[in-house]
């Protein structure tokens, strides 16, 4: 596992053809390893009968709301997280 | 209403953020025979290594965008079952259709 | 790009859709190709209807009172559902995350509707709509407070969106008033929509017998 506890990444601004399981309003943005989980078969090649090997490391990912969203009514302490794929994660800058 | 990022393009199916306008509607149903069927269905053939869940996810993404948005949550899995499986030459194109005599 | 604040109730023609029709000979077809065997499909439903919250109310009680099996819970909710002689489901891992007077925990699939539904039962129509889906990610206090729960200002809300093979189910906090009751009586306080962190449960009084 490439990233550790605590570590920031950012999600990877790319569009992507075919199945993925990076939301949309994820991409491009900067959050924190909250947990690295262990590996799993890929959903990007199982989606098409592959057997989605390699397994890729997946993380819990947390991000502030209002570094999310525009405009984010709530409170700065707010957070969202997602599992996201170490594929889909940049060292952020 | 809450801005978000429109530089990146989303799929149908990626709806986090998407802008909605309405309150959530909160009222329940009981799953119709079929959908438990449909739903049945699936959990049958990803346990017979026949199709897994996320073919089944990449062939709901794979609808129409207008059609994604009008069918039920179990009209998009039967949408993707009869995508997947005709792909994987389990059903012949046309063959349910023939079946249900039309 | 349109915009639609709910699912649509399938296309009708008489009393059941189209689709109905439609799987049904769906599932024919593939038994009479040998794709797929009835029993599997029968014994599928079976486990289907079986599944309620009451399963994950069990977890969240036994938490409540033990504290030592709540870290157990926290750290592996599979484990920790097997141990009750609960099925966890297929997933390969569920995750337990805890309510606390400073953290609300909130769970969404804005993708699908992943969903623990081994230990919660089926999704209700609301957690599969696209409006949910939407706005649990960006107003997530709003539909909180849709949903009845007002959340003071100094508590840090984090929506889950389960974007993966993971599903998450949230501990809510014990409500107050509820020192004397036994695990049983504390499962009966917790409700599906808690679980989800839609709701908090109370604790109620029971009706007096006449």
Known sequence: MRYRVGERVRVAARAHEGHHRTPGYLKGKTGTIERAHASFPNPETRAYGGDGLPEQPLYLVGFVQRDVWYGYQGRASDRIYADVFEHWLEEAQ | ?102 | MSEHDHDHPPITDGDEPAAAARVRALEELLVAKGTVRREDVRQMIDWLVSRSPADGARLVARAWIDPEFKERLLGDARAAALELGLDPGPSPVVMAVENTPAVHHMVVCTLCSCYPRALLGPPPDWYKSLSYRSRAVSDPRGVLSEFGVELNDNVELRVLDSTADIRYLVIPIRPAGTQEMNEEQLAALVTRDAMIGLAQPVATTPAPVH
């Open chain 2, 1 to 102: 209403m809450l801005g978000y990022d429109r530089q990146m393009e989303r799929a149908v199916h990626d709806r986090g953020g998407w802008p909605v306008d309405a309150a959530i509607d909160r009222s329940e149903h009981e799953l119709a025979d079929w959908e438990l069927l449909t739903d049945a269905l699936v959990g049958a053939l990803n346990r017979e290594g026949v199709m897994n869940v996320d073919e089944l996810r990449r062939g709901i993404e794979s609808m129409p965008p207008d059609e994604y948005e009008r069918a039920s949550y179990y009209e998009r899995w039967l949408y993707s079952l009869e995508t997947v499986l005709t792909e994987k030459g389990m059903l012949e194109p046309g063959e349910l259709d023939r079946r249900l005599g039309g």
